[in-house]
């Protein structure tokens, strides 16, 4: 009973994954269609690959992009972290309950919410709209995401420590930096690349709150897929999720390399 169990289980998962995973690679697969259409594959060609790089219009756009992801995420993590570690330290039950809610109840409103609230805060601030204004906006939409990540990290983890650092005579500063922050790089480094991938491919929120001299690639995909979808779109969405995966593995391979020195740290204790 419990085998076919695991059979069925297994089943299911690969539909799901089947599911997911179809469109994604139905689009890359056309990005090789010699045909020009995404309808009948007539043979191979890189042709779309040549467009895409000799395109400096939307290479600039995908530069400014990943620039924009890169910041919003290394900003939003800065302060998600410390305003996770505020939360936790600081606050009463009362309070963290409070702000905790807070914090979930910009996770789960609609992007179209929040950026038509940006737009109407820049507006009557008299903001000009452009890549501070959108930068603004995605570490914004980002904080609470780091935060959700690395509050568990910090309920893991042992007060005693803590305790231990002040009794061996370390200040604030150096149990923040040896203790604390070390402890916390996991859920800092999930919290990184969530926020980034977030601010890679958010379309609602910066379609709200772009100006006429900055764009960034979904806005972009957007405005060009109205006027038909072109396989060099295929082509540069091949070479986003290569990336994508990239970053995944890079990941994996970090994390594990910290759960291998971590056991040969418990083996030599």
């Known amino acids: 009973m419990k085998k076919k169990r695991v059979v069925w289980g297994n089943v299911y998962l690969m539909f799901v994954f089947l599911l997911l995973y179809f469109p994604i690679f139905y689009l890359l697969f056309y990005a090789f269609n010699k045909g020009g259409t995404m309808n009948n594959f007539t043979g191979v060609t890189f042709d779309y690959f040549r467009k895409l790089f000799a395109d400096s219009r939307l290479?600039?756009?995908?530069?400014?992009?990943?620039?924009?992801?890169?910041?919003?995420?290394?900003?939003?993590?800065?302060?998600?972290?410390?305003?996770?570690?505020?939360?936790?330290?600081?606050?009463?039950?009362?309070?963290?309950?409070?702000?905790?809610?807070?914090?979930?109840?910009?996770?789960?409103?609609?992007?179209?919410i929040i950026g038509a609230s940006f737009l109407i805060l820049f507006t009557f601030l008299g903001f000009r709209l452009g890549f501070v204004s959108v930068l603004l906006s995605h570490v914004a939409f980002s904080i609470p995401i780091v935060v959700l990540m690395i509050l568990p990290k910090l309920e893991e983890m042992n007060d005693l420590m803590l305790d231990a650092s002040y009794d061996l005579g370390a200040n604030n500063l150096q149990i923040l930096g040896r203790v604390i922050l070390p402890f916390l790089t996991p859920g800092i480094i999930v919290g990184y690349f969530m926020a980034f991938t977030y601010s890679l491919d958010d379309f609602a929120v910066t379609f709200f709150v772009t100006g006429n001299g900055f764009t960034t690639l979904a806005v972009e995909i957007y405005s060009r897929a109205r006027r038909g979808v072109s396989l060099e779109i295929n082509a540069l969405s091949a070479l986003v999720f290569l990336f994508s995966l990239l970053l995944v593995i890079g990941y994996y391979i970090i994390n594990n390399d910290k759960k291998k020195h971590k056991s040969f740290a418990e083996v030599i204790k």
């Open 59 to 112: 290479l600039l756009i995908v530069c400014k992009t990943f620039l924009l992801a890169f910041l919003s995420a290394l900003i939003a993590t800065l302060i998600g972290t410390f305003g996770a570690m505020g939360i936790y330290y600081i606050c009463r039950q009362y309070n963290k309950n409070t702000f905790l809610s807070l914090n979930n109840v910009l996770l789960v409103s609609p992007d179209v």
